[in-house]
């Protein structure tokens, strides 16, 4: 251990000594920059590969990119005034609103001066000897800092699926993660492989477009319409004068959507009511309203999730024309995956361009230069392929970093069995480092859960630098604990039973375990006060803060 930091004291000489770094410029790493240095007064700088502000949002510019969340619970909550000057004009955000909030708020709160863009993180090393971490960028500048915040995103590393031929293919290939700034699709042959959220989004999009789409399915999908449209201004200005019950109703609730969660039973309605209420959901839109606004138990009772399922089942069978093509499209699993919902998905198969091709019956065997071969033999040919095969979510970004805690351990080997953490938040093993939505966060509407995440690190940082210590982090026992919480909470959910990237299934080789706490908003802010509340209950502090402080 001692080569080993001496190594790194050796490498940091000379570097820019900094009180915090951060790492990503989405809706984490903006919001706690502006906490550090802002209301703070930290030396702050922060760090992004995309050319400006926007993390997710920067590089997933596919069609018909939407956030499943509503307009008035999708931003920050923390600026009042920003709250009340920022419109939004429709009831779901597209990929393009997102993004352009996000540089308004980069503009209003002047965040860009601290953010190097165009530049990776490569590696972070936790030096011993001076408790300071040590990060090199891919541009070769070295740094130092006290502490460290990953703000690295939850859906962020590509997943292309290992494919024999694909290097073959002659024409276009994308994936929807890195998504360019334009693309024509006119007159063109076009596969999209996948079809999840992101799939279904850009299937929907595209069919009018092309010449030809043929999609490619693993698995048929849950899907209920957005009800995306147009807002009255007499609606914005009524969410606007109602944030604060707004707000302090997203904070007690289970998926911090917005909207009343339903306290019934499924069965304790007769069937005749039930199906009025799924109708009325699925006429008003919303994946998420359908899944926990309708009854409170659809993800925990077998009959109230075969419920909701059968109804989406009937919607398929109505809907498409061609019943071989009905019959592919319609799942039989549990409905127990992320609530999708969609602007005209299935009808999107009864346009005459459209052909589905189930690749459980009839798998890909091969890319070829002309286009993609199913086990059949049939060779579909077309000029682009899509990949809507989504992402190595939640910890797929730490493995693209080389980073290094205590005796220079990496976080790969930390966690050889399984992505854990403490409440999210920190890793035993890795000082005066904090992540935003790391594994086991709450499975929620993102920026109410990250804003309690990042005023919860500020808050740390804070304790820790007014009372003189060195380190914080979390004892091992504590993160273990808190995996077993977050394992305990889903098993009693129908969830695991489903075969979803929320316990990292689509990741071949990937250890299939809990991601997230699936507790709801309400129940895991309450459990990082009681950690607060409790002197930092889990977490341990060492040391005294070094006499020269970073300058």
Same mark, same amino acid.
């Given at each position: ?150 703000? %690295? ?202 052909? %589905? ?88 509407? %993102? ?105």
């Amino acid at each position: 251990m001692g080569a080993v930091n001496n190594e790194l004291h050796e490498a940091a000489a000379g570097g820019t000594e900094l009180d915090a770094i951060v790492i990503g410029a989405g809706f984490g790493g903006l919001y706690m920059l502006h906490k550090l240095r802002d209301e703070q007064g930290l030396k702050v700088r922060g760090f992004d590969k995309a050319s400006d502000v926007g993390g997710t949002w920067y590089w997933n510019r596919y069609p018909g990119a939407l956030s499943d969340s509503e307009s008035f619970v999708y931003c920050y909550s923390f600026n009042k005034d920003l709250l009340q000057d920022w419109n939004f004009t429709t009831r779901y955000l597209t990929q393009p609103q997102i993004l352009a909030y996000l540089e308004h708020v980069a503009d209003r709160l002047d965040l860009r001066r601290d953010i190097t863009f165009n530049t990776g993180v490569v590696s972070a090393h936790f030096d011993e000897t001076r408790n300071l971490w040590i990060v090199r960028t891919d541009k070769g500048e070295q740094l130092t800092a006290r502490f460290l915040v990953t703000a %690295l995103g939850l859906l962020s590393v590509t997943n292309i699926p290992e494919i024999k031929g694909r290097e073959t293919f002659k024409g276009e290939q994308y994936h929807s993660g890195n998504w360019p700034k334009s693309i024509s699709y006119d007159g063109k042959r076009v596969a999209v492989i996948g079809t999840g959220s992101t799939g279904t989004q850009i299937i929907t999009a595209i069919a009018p477009l092309v010449k030809h789409l043929t999609v490619f399915q693993r698995s048929p999908q849950y899907t209920v319409p957005v009800g995306n449209g147009p807002v009255t201004p007499e609606y914005v200005a009524e969410k606007k004068r109602n944030y604060d019950a707004i707000w302090k109703h997203v904070r007690r609730s289970m998926v911090a959507m917005g909207f009343e969660e339903s306290t019934v039973p499924t069965m304790s309605v007769s069937e005749e009511e039930r199906q009025a209420i799924f109708q009325k959901a699925w006429d008003f839109g919303g994946g998420f309203r359908y899944a926990f606004e309708t009854f409170n138990d659809i993800i925990t009772d077998e009959a109230a999730n075969h419920a909701a399922a059968e109804f989406i089942r009937g919607k398929i069978a109505e809907i498409v024309k061609d019943p071989e093509t009905a019959r592919k499209l319609t799942p039989h699993d549990y409905y127990a995956k992320r609530p999708l919902c969609d602007s005209g998905y299935y009808a999107t198969f009864n346009r005459d361009n459209v052909t %589905l091709v189930d690749v459980k019956a009839t798998p890909i065997a091969e890319i070829t230069p002309k286009g993609i071969r199913t086990a059949d033999g049939v060779e579909h040919e077309v000029d682009m392929i899509i990949f809507a095969t989504g992402f190595d979510a939640v910890d797929g970004n730490y493995k693209k970093i080389d980073i290094r805690g205590r005796g220079g351990r990496s976080i790969a080997e930390h966690w050889r069995d399984g992505a854990s953490s403490h409440v999210a938040i920190g890793v035993a093993g890795f000082p005066n480092m904090f992540m935003i939505m790391g594994p086991n966060g709450p499975f929620a509407n %993102l920026p109410p859960a990250i804003e309690a995440q990042v005023e919860f690190v500020a808050d740390t940082i804070a304790h820790v630098e007014a009372n003189g210590l060195a380190t914080i982090e979390p004892t091992q026992q504590a993160e273990d604990a808190w995996t077993e919480v977050c394992r305990d909470v889903a098993d009693k959910t129908l969830l695991p039973r489903a075969e979803s990237w929320i316990f990292g299934a689509n990741i071949p080789g990937k250890v299939h375990r809990v991601l997230f706490y699936l507790g709801g908003l309400g129940a895991y802010l309450q459990e990082l006060e009681a950690v607060k509340a409790a002197g930092y209950r889990g977490f341990v502090f060492r040391g005294e803060k070094p006499a020269v402080a970073a300058e």
